[in-house]
């Protein structure tokens, strides 16, 4: 059998099971609505596993899945080299939200990532402390800022509500997923003009093929032709 | 992983080298505080080191290297001049690369004398290099001091040449900062800015802790920074010369000499460079082979401001350096509150260079 893990809930999930349906591969959930247990029709060899989303990466990595659903975001910020383990088999085309800097509205003088490199410099020399930046991608936002050169920050964690670290002072500037913006602007904030650090959409992940059986491999052969990947 | 006893008698063995040549066989704690030290390493290292909280001390981290803890205990002990070795563990997370070991001995030497830099220089880069004698490794050196000289050279600003010498370290930005400093042209946004009667019309609301005070302060300086004139080209081509240079260390010599016609002002590094080639040399190195990169160090730790070296494996590319060191008399000039002290240091890692016999 191979694996396939797919989100449990909500949107995700209801987009994710319309997505294989219009491809004539039917999940869905079985039993009561509470359960995590799924059902495959249509298309032979491969088991449902409902997951948490954020879970799916790290299931794929280690080989306790072999397809997957998440958002290449997760993918990106979970699995260090993502690239040389897991496979893209296909953007879904839902689920879009990026990953960018945003900063108060009240800035005028920052737009780009130039002006945040400055301002964070001058902010540790007058409060005697790097500039913080909140978020809960520490690997994609950290590899950015480093890849465009800016200093004097430091991350700081924030697993929620991020957008409400700069009205808090726990931050100054934050890092964090968005599909409209419209949080953003409620909060006070404006995104940098070249602060796009990842669009992320729903994505159909192959993990490590290292321990895959013959049969496994024939399965997913045949399902990339019928979801005509 | 735990030290083969091969590598623990490899480290003794340096350790020893190093002590009978006069140092002082210290010891630092595997523990450090956090604070001091990610404060002056950045948010790079941060990443790669092993946090932990202490309910007493507060944030901790698993020493990344021994040169802060050094610079700490000779500032406590104001021997001057002081040599010092030692060996132990240091800890950095690999984040992209599992082959590489997250836990390694360091043997250091590390030399406080402002009597005669040059010499401690040679000093110390002639002591690795007898360590790690008999050894497949080839040298590379470089000299962050003749790039900042370079800077503080420019005909320009005081805030244009503080933005570049704070981007030494980051190529990509120091280059972007040079090419828009060597523009007329302002960007858009920043002269819409600048243009605007009230540039806080639009502002949202006052939210954080960077105040409205700091932002006009800001504006201030793109006021004046929009007013200064572009860095001249030729300027500009001086310091893409001097990267650029990549060469034996009697020829970069010499075309230094010729770049000190048209900026002076990195006369005195070059003479510091001229000095320690000859200080290396009397101390048996083959300065005629020595390879020296203009660019060399840049993308090493930040606190590395003058001479800096590296020892790699000649036929094994994808191992990191055996070897580094260098010059850090600012990382000293702030540890010690005011009180500086000349210092330049270096390491061998033993279990790379047992991996070459």
Same mark, same amino acid.
């Given at each position: 059998?191979?694996?396939?893990?797919?989100?449990?809930?909500?949107?995700? =999930?209801?987009?994710?099971?319309?997505?294989?349906?219009?491809?004539? /591969?039917?999940?869905?959930?079985?039993?009561?609505?509470?359960?995590?247990?799924?059902?495959?029709?249509?298309?032979? !060899?491969?088991?449902?596993?409902?997951?948490?989303?954020?879970?799916?990466?790290?299931?794929?990595?280690?080989?306790?899945?072999?397809?997957?659903?998440?958002?290449?975001?997760?993918?990106?910020?979970?699995?260090?080299?993502?690239?040389?383990?897991? #496979?893209?088999?296909?953007?879904?085309?839902?689920? !879009?939200?990026?990953?960018?800097?945003?900063?108060?509205?009240?800035?005028?003088?920052? @737009?780009?990532?130039?002006?945040?490199?400055?301002?964070?410099?001058?902010?540790?020399?007058?409060?005697?402390?790097?500039?913080?930046?909140?978020?809960?991608?520490?690997?994609?936002?950290?590899?950015?800022?480093?890849?465009?050169?800016?200093?004097?920050?430091?991350?700081?964690?924030?697993?929620?509500?991020?957008?409400? #670290?700069?009205?808090?002072?726990?931050?100054?500037?934050?890092?964090?997923?968005?599909?409209?913006?419209?949080?953003?602007?409620?909060?006070?904030?404006?995104?940098?003009?070249?602060?796009?650090?990842?669009?992320?959409?729903?994505?159909?992940?192959?993990?490590? +093929?290292?321990?895959?059986?013959?049969?496994?491999?024939?399965?997913?052969?045949?399902?990339?032709?019928?979801?005509?990947? | 992983?735990?030290?083969?006893?091969?590598?623990?008698?490899?480290?003794?063995?340096?350790?020893?080298?190093?002590?009978?040549? !006069?140092?002082?066989?210290?010891?630092?704690?595997?523990?450090?505080?956090?604070?001091?030290?990610?404060?002056?390493?950045?948010?790079?290292?941060?990443?790669?080191?092993?946090?932990?909280?202490?309910?007493?001390?507060?944030? =901790?981290?698993?020493?990344?290297?021994?040169?802060?803890?050094?610079?700490? =205990?000779?500032?406590?002990?104001?021997?001057?001049?002081?040599?010092?070795?030692?060996?132990?563990?240091?800890?950095?997370?690999?984040?992209?690369?599992?082959?590489?070991?997250?836990?390694?001995?360091?043997?250091?030497?590390?030399?406080?004398?402002?009597?005669?830099?040059?010499?401690?220089?040679?000093?110390?880069?002639?002591?690795?290099?007898?360590?790690?004698?008999?050894?497949?490794?080839?040298?590379?050196?470089?000299?962050?001091?003749?790039? =900042?000289?370079?800077?503080?050279?420019?005909?320009?600003?005081?805030?244009?040449?503080?933005?570049?010498?704070?981007?030494?370290?980051?190529?990509?930005?120091?280059?972007?900062?040079?090419?828009?400093?060597?523009?007329?042209? /302002?960007?858009?946004?920043?002269?819409?800015?600048?243009?605007?009667?009230?540039?806080?019309?639009?502002?949202?609301?006052?939210?954080?802790?960077?105040?409205?005070?700091?932002?006009?302060?800001?504006? @201030?300086?793109?006021?004046?920074?929009?007013?200064?004139?572009?860095?001249?080209?030729?300027?500009?081509?001086?310091?893409?010369?001097?990267?650029?240079?990549?060469?034996?260390?009697?020829?970069?010599?010499?075309?230094?000499?010729?770049?000190?016609?048209?900026?002076?002002?990195?006369?005195?590094? /070059?003479?510091?460079?001229?000095?320690?080639?000859?200080?290396?040399?009397? +101390?048996?190195?083959?300065?005629?082979?020595?390879?020296?990169?203009?660019?060399?160090?840049?993308?090493?730790?930040?606190?590395?401001?003058?001479?800096?070296?590296?020892?790699?494996? #000649?036929?094994?590319?994808?191992?990191?350096?055996?070897?580094?060191?260098?010059?850090?008399? %600012?990382?000293?000039?702030?540890? !010690?509150?005011?009180? %500086?002290?000349?210092?330049?240091?270096?390491?061998?890692?033993?279990?790379?260079?047992?991996?070459?016999?």
């Amino acid at each position: 059998m191979l694996k396939l893990g797919v989100p449990s809930k909500g949107r995700l =999930m209801e987009k994710t099971f319309d997505w294989f349906g219009a491809r004539g /591969v039917g999940l869905r959930k079985s039993g009561s609505d509470r359960e995590y247990a799924g059902a495959v029709e249509g298309f032979d !060899g491969i088991e449902l596993v409902l997951l948490s989303a954020g879970e799916i990466p790290r299931e794929l990595a280690s080989g306790n899945i072999h397809l997957g659903v998440t958002g290449s975001d997760l993918v990106r910020e979970k699995i260090p080299n993502w690239d040389t383990r897991l #496979t893209e088999l296909a953007p879904m085309g839902f689920g !879009g939200a990026d990953l960018v800097i945003a900063v108060p509205q009240a800035w005028v003088d920052v @737009a780009t990532l130039d002006d945040l490199d400055a301002a964070a410099a001058a902010f540790r020399k007058t409060h005697g402390f790097r500039m913080r930046i909140a978020t809960k991608y520490h690997r994609l936002v950290r590899e950015f800022l480093r890849e465009q050169g800016v200093a004097d920050y430091q991350l700081v964690d924030s697993q929620g509500a991020t957008e409400g #670290t700069v009205k808090n002072e726990t931050a100054e500037a934050i890092a964090d997923i968005t599909s409209t913006g419209e949080t953003l602007r409620a909060n006070g904030l404006k995104i940098l003009d070249d602060g796009l650090i990842h669009a992320s959409q729903a994505t159909l992940f192959r993990g490590r +093929r290292k321990d895959w059986t013959a049969e496994q491999r024939a399965t997913l052969k045949a399902l990339v032709e019928v979801l005509k990947l | 992983m735990p030290t083969s006893a091969a590598t623990r008698e490899e480290a003794r063995r340096l350790r020893n080298l190093f002590a009978a040549k !006069g140092a002082l066989v210290i010891k630092a704690d595997v523990l450090q505080p956090a604070e001091t030290l990610l404060d002056l390493y950045g948010e790079d290292i941060r990443a790669r080191s092993y946090l932990t909280s202490d309910p007493l001390r507060g944030e =901790m981290v698993l020493r990344p290297d021994f040169t802060v803890p050094v610079v700490q =205990m000779h500032m406590e002990s104001y021997a001057d001049p002081a040599r010092y070795t030692y060996s132990g563990k240091v800890f950095r997370k690999q984040e992209h690369d599992e082959t590489r070991a997250n836990e390694y001995v360091q043997v250091g030497y590390e030399v406080f004398d402002g009597q005669n830099p040059a010499a401690a220089d040679a000093e110390v880069f002639a002591a690795i290099a007898e360590g790690l004698s008999g050894l497949p490794v080839r040298a590379a050196t470089g000299d962050i001091g003749i790039l =900042m000289a370079a800077v503080r050279g420019l005909r320009t600003t005081d805030d244009r040449k503080a933005a570049l010498l704070r981007h030494i370290w980051r190529p990509q930005r120091f280059r972007a900062l040079l090419k828009r400093f060597g523009s007329a042209a /302002v960007p858009p946004a920043r002269a819409a800015l600048l243009a605007a009667d009230d540039p806080f019309a639009n502002a949202g609301p006052d939210i954080g802790l960077r105040a409205r005070t700091e932002v006009a302060a800001r504006i @201030a300086a793109l006021r004046a920074d929009a007013a200064a004139p572009p860095i001249a080209t030729e300027e500009i081509a001086l310091i893409d010369a001097i990267l650029g240079l990549r060469e034996t260390a009697p020829n970069v010599l010499s075309a230094l000499r010729d770049i000190v016609v048209d900026m002076p002002a990195i006369a005195d590094a /070059v003479k510091r460079l001229e000095a320690r080639l000859a200080a290396l040399g009397s +101390r048996g190195v083959e300065v005629e082979t020595l390879e020296f990169e203009g660019s060399y160090g840049r993308t090493s730790l930040e606190y590395y401001d003058g001479f800096v070296f590296g020892f790699y494996a #000649t036929d094994r590319p994808e191992l990191p350096p055996v070897a580094t060191g260098g010059r850090y008399d %600012a990382l000293t000039a702030r540890l !010690g509150q005011g009180r %500086a002290v000349p210092a330049v240091g270096g390491v061998i890692r033993p279990d790379l260079a047992l991996e070459l016999l």
